[in-house]
């Protein structure tokens, strides 16, 4: 099982480009981390996302994720690449295995000397690819999977109804659905944790609620991605009673699945 959390964008560290966007799609809207904002090509063929030169600045990533695509209607080729220097030339770092619309996410042996990143999408005659958004970077991996017994996620219908005096039903409004995650790990090494939850936790994702990719097994489902943030009122605590390890994680978390 491989439990992922994935919320620093290493694409939001460096200015942008495509090759072509239609009007209204511009291409920083996949950085915002909303479902209702796309890029959009402005024709078919062979596009280019691509990142400007990291300098000095750290691009280390072996996690990528991306939502609110067409691909799989548009019959498109998704590649991710990275651009080595001194090597000077584009190197394959992933293929996405595209079979529906909607998210996709991808594992990779971690990278630490792409000077740039692209992502290439190819499209024939008529099909124009778009998408929400893109998060690169290195997820943080968890050790080994949620304590037992454990759902992946929890839906509520959110409904209101109204009955009569006498009983009978009159009618119902639902107002669609809540999603919510409960995940709880026991026993983390005090060394990972550390390392991986502190820095999600402070400043941006956990304790701001700044939205983060949750993907329950990308073993298992690569197509199983979520959107979430903390619930309101998370309590982000650490327990420990052995030297060099936490007692507990407990994660309460809501969101979409994309």
Not at 61 to 84: C, M, P, Q, R, W
Not at 223 to 242: G, R
Request: hydrophobic letters at 35%; aromatic letters at 16%.
């Amino acid at each position: 099982m491989d439990t992922r959390f994935l919320f620093e964008n290493v694409l939001e560290n460096v200015t942008l480009t495509a090759t072509d966007t239609a009007t209204g799609y511009n291409v920083n809207n996949i950085l915002d981390r909303r479902n209702y904002t796309k890029w959009r090509a402005n024709t078919y063929g062979t596009k280019y996302i691509t990142t400007a030169d990291y300098g000095s600045l750290n691009s280390i990533a072996n996690t990528v994720a991306i939502f609110g695509h067409n691909f799989y209607s548009v019959d498109a080729t998704v590649t991710l690449e990275k651009y080595v220097s001194p090597v000077n030339d584009w190197e394959e770092v992933y293929v996405f295995p595209i079979t529906k619309d909607g998210a996709i996410a991808g594992k990779f042996t971690t990278v630490n000397n792409a000077k740039q990143w692209r992502l290439k999408i190819v499209t024939t005659s008529g099909n124009i690819p778009e998408f929400s958004c893109m998060l690169l970077g290195q997820a943080a991996v968890f050790p080994f999977p949620p304590d037992s017994p454990h759902t992946d996620f929890i839906q509520t219908g959110l409904n209101e109804s109204a009955e009569s005096k006498t009983g009978n039903l009159l009618g119902v409004v639902n107002r669609g659905y809540e999603t919510t995650f409960s995940l709880k790990f026991s026993f983390l090494s005090r060394t990972w944790v550390d390392a991986w939850l502190l820095n999600w936790w402070y400043p941006y994702y956990g304790r701001a609620g700044k939205p983060f990719i949750y993907i329950p097994d990308l073993d298992y489902d690569d197509e199983e991605v979520y959107l979430v943030k903390c619930a309101d009122n998370y309590q982000f605590q650490l327990p420990k009673s052995l030297l060099s390890y936490y007692d507990s994680v407990q994660f309460d978390l809501q969101g979409i699945r994309l």
